[in-house]
């Protein structure tokens, strides 16, 4: 789906234009589609521009995390994801759109014991999904973001 589908779909559905002021910096639809598209294409500068409108007090410390994303950004097989989020023990997985979307960007949610179990797996609308690792298994490709793993150092 292309970004400007994408954004009137969301907008349809999440009512943006009407209320631009209700989704914060962490749920903007908006924000997210475009993160996710800027990702995935490479296309930082894009990104850079919405984020530095929109939220000027997070866009130093939000560009430096895109930075490290998009440096470590890869399209692997489900399978290749889950064995990576099982290595690193992890039980809760977050994607960026629907899980069904081939453009969806899984990325490790850490959550302790007792969260995973209260964290439902949504099933309505197109942002900001958590699910169990293994529902990666079948898919033939993901987009996976293991920036949360990767430090300075590495």
């Known amino acids: 789906m292309k970004l400007t589908e994408r954004l009137e779909l969301f907008n349809t559905f999440y009512g943006i234009d009407e209320n631009p002021d209700y989704f914060g910096f962490m749920n903007d639809p908006r924000r997210i589609a475009i993160r996710n598209e800027a990702l995935r294409q490479g296309e930082r500068s894009m990104y850079e521009k919405y984020v530095r409108e929109k939220y000027p007090e997070e866009a130093d410390s939000e560009l430096e995390m895109f930075d490290k994303s998009r440096a470590s950004l890869r399209h692997v097989s489900g399978e290749e ?15 960026d759109l629907d899980p069904n979307d081939p453009d969806a960007i899984f990325s490790a949610d ?22 169990s690792p293994e529902r990666l298994a079948d898919k033939q490709q993901v987009w996976l973001d293991p920036s949360l793993f990767i430090t300075d150092t590495d």
């Open 81 to 95: 994801a889950l064995r990576f989020f099982r290595d690193h023990l992890i039980k809760n997985v977050q994607s």
């Open 110 to 131: 850490i959550l302790s014991d007792d969260d995973v179990e209260t964290v439902a797996e949504a099933d309505q609308g197109y942002v900001l999904f958590n699910l």
